[in-house]
């Protein structure tokens, strides 16, 4: 059984660029969420994808958006990068029916 | 909607010393409670979880947490640290209710175990 996994791991982005995030979930998982981890705070919820839905949203700009494939990976896109996009974005996957979401190692995402 | 109140950023412990890390959650509806570590440039893990049943739940690496409704509160406990449990600790909820683990989290402890 393989764990969620995410890429790239880092990346350097200039102001106004944008960029893709991804992320395979968990064998058996159909629903992803992504989280934003600012340094020193704890994870935002960003959005969550259920078959290939949004299936709920935190408090984020349209210029986040996402998409879930049939093998529910999934994608996180960000679009007119500002310097405050510089965090850690943590992917979740998880099952319904189940209480747990289990996280990846994050994408360390540094705008200049 | 739900919030979460850690009450410590910071703990700092000697290695075999007992800690309480504090959690303080408010929601209008029922939730589930969950503690998870982050070490150094790395994802989440979890450590525990209160679903419902017995209010003192147990989970990896000896430490255990007590679910208080009338004080609508989610310690995290050990009796005795080791050097590996240096990390971030983040305490989160989600709605009972709602779709698959939309999680609110606090703002995180950092626990530092001196030798």
């Known amino acids: 059984e393989t764990g969620v996994t995410q890429s790239p791991t880092h990346l350097i982005k200039t102001r106004g660029q944008q960029v893709t995030l991804r992320c395979s979930s968990q064998s058996g998982h159909n629903t992803v969420s992504w989280y934003q981890q600012a340094l020193g705070q704890g994870p935002q919820f960003i959005f969550q994808y259920y078959r290939e839905e949004e299936n709920g949203r935190g408090n984020f700009p349209p210029r986040f958006s996402g998409l879930q494939f049939p093998n529910y990976s999934s994608e996180l896109n960000v679009n007119a990068l500002e310097l405050d996009d510089s965090a850690l974005y943590l992917c979740?996957?998880?099952?319904?029916?189940?209480?747990?979401?289990?996280f990846g190692q994050g994408t360390r995402l540094t705008v200049v | 909607a739900q919030s979460v109140t850690q009450l410590d950023s910071q703990v700092p412990v000697f290695e075999e010393a007992p800690v309480e890390l504090r959690c303080n959650y408010s929601?209008?509806?029922?939730?589930?409670l969950f503690w998870y570590v982050q070490y150094p440039n790395q994802g989440l893990q979890l450590l525990l979880k209160?679903?419902?049943?017995?209010?003192l739940v147990k989970g990896i690496n000896g430490f255990e947490a007590e679910f208080n409704k009338s004080q609508t509160s989610f310690h995290l406990r050990k009796p005795s640290v080791h050097i590996s449990d240096t990390a971030e600790y983040f305490c989160a909820v989600s709605d009972r209710g709602g779709s698959a683990r939309q999680l609110t989290f606090g703002s995180g402890t950092q626990l530092t175990v001196l030798p």
């Open positions: 979740a996957s998880s099952s319904t029916g189940t209480s747990e979401a289990f």
């Open positions: 929601s209008s509806v029922s939730v589930y």
């Open positions: 209160y679903l419902s049943g017995s209010t």
